[in-house]
């Protein structure tokens, strides 16, 4: 089986290829029942090359808004496409033109490549829950219209749509996935508005300062890298008829506040490291982060057996034991 995953060379790519290279195969349910496929190539794409080293990985660099780089990415022989490639939240609106292009134009690009392929892969396609926004329900459901308040909410419902209407016309057999803000993001920071909620455990446990632009009582939607990727690997497995025609999906997550989120570091590596973290408000952050839901009731996800983290401190310390070279400061 060949794999397609754009956006690999990212943090969250680079954990999904590992786990699908530690499994060796992939599972693809269908009407026929479930079936193990062994991985032959996974293409890891991004604007730059992955760093796994593999025999059956074959790192490439593009541009996803170029079409014809697009088009030669999917051929007859690519079965799975994960589609994780994306401009963050923050940059997506700071650069609306950049925003566009990539999240926007080089999700048409792929679908149009799958389309082009012939023999509807199975593409999933990683969305957020920045579709929902504004005015909400004091708990976001499965039934609650998508109303983004920000322009990368605004392009990844408009891809979730796409996804639904080349899925409906047999191009693609496609899924989308809501993602929580997904904590603790290891490496540099990013450009995403939400980065600080990873921000505040990372940079402590690196003996650095960390800056807080938010109030402590503000509260996220959010899941552990971990949690991430094991929902992505089922989400792929699930079969077209338990998805059936809605192909959108809120994955859960546990809803944490900064105040939570702080405590947690706090019983993880004590009082000396959860004292980096310094309040710094920001009005334009704080005013985005509020538009975004932090409450879900995500019974499909759970009927589709999806499950999230235990609980924020169960985060912090997968953190730990799954980035030991980033962590200099722990009690």
């Known amino acids: 089986m060949r794999i397609l995953v754009t956006g690999g060379a990212g943090f969250l790519g680079q954990q999904l290829?590992?786990?699908?290279?530690?499994?060796?195969?992939?599972?693809?349910?269908?009407?026929?029942?479930?079936?193990?496929?062994?991985?032959?190539?996974?293409?890891?794409?991004?604007?730059?090359?992955?760093?796994?080293r593999d025999p059956r990985v074959r790192n490439l660099a593009g541009d996803l808004a170029d079409p014809a780089v697009v088009r030669a990415l999917v051929d007859r022989d690519t079965?799975?496409?994960?589609?994780?490639?994306?401009?963050?939240?923050?940059?997506?609106?700071?650069?609306?033109?950049?925003?566009?292009?990539?999240?926007?134009?080089?999700?048409?690009?792929?679908?149009?490549?799958?389309?082009?392929?012939?023999?509807?892969?199975?593409?999933?396609?990683?969305?957020?829950?920045?579709?929902?926004?504004?005015?909400?329900?004091?708990?976001?459901?499965d039934a609650t219209t998508p109303t983004p308040q920000g322009s990368y909410g605004t392009q990844k419902l408009i891809g979730e749509l796409l996804v639904q209407d080349c899925t409906r016309k047999g191009f693609v057999d496609g899924r989308a996935v809501r993602v929580p803000t997904v904590v603790v993001r290891p490496g540099r920071p990013n450009g995403a508005a939400s980065g600080f909620a990873s921000g505040i455990v990372r940079e402590p446990l690196a003996g650095q300062q960390a800056l807080l632009p938010v109030p402590l009582e503000t509260e996220m939607w959010v899941a552990s890298p971990r949690a991430?990727?094991?929902?992505?690997?089922?989400?792929?497995a699930?079969?077209?008829?338990?998805?059936?025609?809605?192909?959108?999906?809120?994955?859960?997550?546990?809803?944490?506040?900064?105040?939570?989120?702080?405590?947690?570091?706090?019983?993880?590596?004590?009082?000396?490291?959860?004292?980096r973290i310094v309040p710094r408000p920001d009005p334009a952050v704080e005013r985005l982060v509020r538009s975004w839901a932090a409450r879900f009731d995500t019974a499909r996800a759970r009927a589709l057996d999806f499950h999230a983290d235990a609980n924020v401190e169960s985060i912090v310390r997968a953190y730990v034991e799954d980035n030991p070279a980033a962590i200099v400061a722990r009690g």
């Open 79 to 141: 079965a799975v496409v994960v589609h994780l490639a994306a401009v963050v939240s923050g940059t997506a609106e700071a650069d609306f033109d950049l925003g566009m292009r990539v999240n926007l134009d080089g999700t048409r690009h792929l679908l149009d490549a799958c389309r082009a392929a012939g023999h509807a892969p199975r593409l999933l396609f990683s969305s957020s829950i920045a579709v929902f926004g504004g005015t909400l329900p004091p708990v976001v459901d």
């Open 228 to 236: 991430v990727v094991g929902m992505l690997v089922h989400a792929l």
């Open 238 to 275: 699930l079969s077209p008829q338990a998805w059936g025609w809605h192909r959108s999906l809120n994955l859960p997550g546990l809803t944490v506040s900064m105040r939570e989120e702080i405590a947690a570091l706090r019983a993880v590596a004590g009082d000396a490291v959860a004292a």
């Open 17 to 52: 290829i590992a786990r699908l290279l530690a499994q060796g195969a992939v599972r693809l349910d269908d009407a026929g029942g479930a079936r193990e496929h062994p991985i032959d190539t996974i293409t890891c794409f991004d604007v730059t090359e992955g760093a796994l």
